[in-house]
């Protein structure tokens, strides 16, 4: 995984903070293998009061066994469907964990009942603002789904679904963001799939009137993850 750009703006209508990132995956095997490993970290259940710990311990148990079994290890030099998007929620977070100096927080995937495929946002990240950032991930191998990922936020924030998930990251979140996410400061995250990207790719974007309700907003993140074949 490599960074081509990235970049920080404001828009004349806003004083919302966009960040916009490029990413480039160039070794699939590789990239499984990072999520596998990652995925497989249950280092943040440790951190859990006992009660706490055997509940999400059994959640969490479940999804990963599937995940690894059933898509993880199938990846071979071709993305599937399912591959990638988990494959586009964990590289946003490890991209903003480095390059903006993020928390990841546990996949949602492994906290949340089903095994698989639960309502919801895919991803979340705490900021260094302590801003919880609730992220929606889509996957395409032929088209740049960034209108799926906006609009699924917007819809998501409609259905107070971020609201809703505030009483499983309180056991992963700084208490603060908890405060602020409750007081309506949040920031959200589109990741989604670049396939032959132009290099207006992300004005467009910025064009796109499903950005606009997001402007209320402190923070707003695009990440476009583009695969190259080798």
């Known amino acids: 995984m490599q960074i081509k750009s990235s970049k920080t703006i404001k828009l004349d209508s806003s004083e919302t903070d966009i960040h916009i990132i490029h990413v480039i995956i160039d070794n699939l095997?590789?990239?499984?293998?990072?999520?596998?490993d990652n995925i497989s970290d249950e280092?943040?259940?440790?951190?859990?009061?006992?009660?706490?710990?055997i509940a999400y311990e059994a959640r969490a148990r479940r999804t990963i066994d599937k995940l690894?079994?059933?898509?993880?290890?199938k990846i071979d030099n071709e993305v599937t469907a399912n591959f990638g998007e988990y494959m586009i929620s964990m590289t946003a977070q490890s991209t903003l964990e480095t390059e903006k100096s993020h928390k990841?927080?546990?996949l949602a995937e492994l906290f949340k009942e089903k095994v698989t495929s639960n309502p919801g946002f895919d991803f979340?990240?705490?900021?260094?603002?302590?801003?919880?950032?609730?992220?929606?991930?889509?996957?395409?191998?032929?088209?740049?789904?960034?209108?799926?990922?906006?609009?699924?936020?917007?819809?998501?924030?409609?259905?107070?679904?971020d609201l809703a998930e505030l009483?499983?990251?309180?056991?992963?979140?700084?208490?603060?963001?908890?405060?602020?996410?409750?007081?309506?400061?949040k920031?959200?995250?589109?990741?989604?799939?670049?396939?032959?990207?132009?290099?207006?790719?992300?004005?467009?974007i910025l064009e796109s009137p499903h950005i606009t309700p997001l402007l209320s907003f402190p923070e707003l993140y695009l990440i476009g993850v583009e695969v190259i074949d080798q």
Request: proline fraction near 5%.
């Open 29 to 36: 095997p590789s990239c499984a293998k990072t999520m596998i």
């Open 43 to 53: 280092s943040w259940i440790a951190k859990l009061s006992p009660a706490n710990q």
């Open 68 to 73: 690894v079994r059933d898509i993880f290890m």
């Open 104 to 106: 990841k927080l546990p």
């Open 124 to 161: 979340h990240t705490e900021s260094h603002t302590t801003l919880l950032a609730f992220g929606e991930a889509k996957y395409s191998s032929r088209s740049n789904p960034y209108k799926n990922a906006l609009t699924q936020i917007n819809c998501f924030i409609t259905l107070k679904k």
């Open 167 to 185: 009483a499983d990251l309180q056991h992963f979140a700084s208490s603060q963001s908890i405060v602020n996410a409750s007081l309506g400061k």
């Open 187 to 204: 920031a959200y995250i589109a990741a989604f799939s670049l396939n032959n990207p132009s290099t207006m790719i992300f004005d467009k």
